[in-house]
């Protein structure tokens, strides 16, 4: 397993435009969640999986923004008619129930890196 | 949720010990602190975490007082490699803790 990968890397859009990232997490993790990190800033809580099932949304996720991850497995997330800023990392990371007893915490992508114009 | 104070930024040499505090005064009972760094363009990487006392990986210290009010990340013999943003989470991830906010994290400059 080579750990959580994200795609495109890169994206740059005209406002307006509809966009949508992807996340493939770590095979065996059944936990998954979306940040949102702007220059300067750490990363922000979007949103979190546990398996097919979203339990909870940052206040930060407009009615643009919306988030799947059918079966559990990938994740996909789309912002709908994206406005400058919007412009950011986002970030996925993913976890198992032992990754917080010292184990191993999230690991995290290396992000979609949004540009919109 | 907890929140954390870091020092901003932190400037070092190479071969020297390097170490983070990082306060968070209103951590609860079931709060794990965590630390992860993040080099540009990459998502964050976890290094160590710990909920009391002394942990130590192979990478790196994390030392926690009693009251658990603060903790200090201590990185032996940094090189360039090192330099990196440094962000100090607290947080029970199994009632929310991934809501867990990051703050601005501490930049750590290694000089030659």
């Known amino acids: 397993d080579t750990g959580v990968s994200q795609d495109p890397r890169h994206k740059i859009t005209k406002r307006g435009q509809n966009v949508t990232f992807r996340c493939d997490p770590i095979?065996?993790?059944?936990?998954l969640y979306w940040y949102r990190q702007t220059l300067g800033q750490g990363p922000e809580f979007l949103t979190y999986?546990?398996?097919?099932?979203?339990?909870?949304k940052s206040r930060l996720l407009s009615d643009r923004f919306s988030a799947e991850r059918p079966k559990g497995s990938f994740s996909t997330l789309e912002i709908q008619r994206t406005e400058q800023g919007d412009s950011a990392m986002y970030l996925c990371?993913?976890?198992?129930?032992?990754?917080?007893?010292?184990?191993?915490?999230?690991?995290f992508g290396s992000g979609t890196r949004l540009t919109v114009v | 949720l907890a929140k954390t104070t870091q020092p901003i930024s932190m400037d070092s040499y190479e071969g020297q010990e390097v170490n983070i505090t990082c306060s968070h005064n209103?951590?609860?009972?079931?709060?794990?602190i965590t630390w992860y760094q993040q080099f540009p363009s990459q998502g964050p990487r976890f290094i160590i975490q710990?909920?009391?006392t002394k942990v130590t990986n192979e990478v790196a210290s994390l030392f926690i007082p009693a009251d658990r009010k603060s903790s200090t990340l201590s990185l032996p013999r940094v090189s360039l490699s090192d330099t990196a943003v440094y962000y100090c989470l607290v947080g029970d991830p199994n009632t929310g803790g991934f809501k867990t906010i990051f703050g601005a994290g501490t930049r750590l400059f290694v000089k030659a």
């Open positions: 990371a993913s976890s198992s129930p032992s990754s917080f007893r010292g184990i191993g915490g999230y690991t």
């Open positions: 710990g909920y009391k």
């Open positions: 999986f546990q398996n097919e099932a979203q339990l909870e």
């Open positions: 095979s065996e993790h059944n936990r």
């Open positions: 209103n951590i609860a009972t079931n709060d794990y």
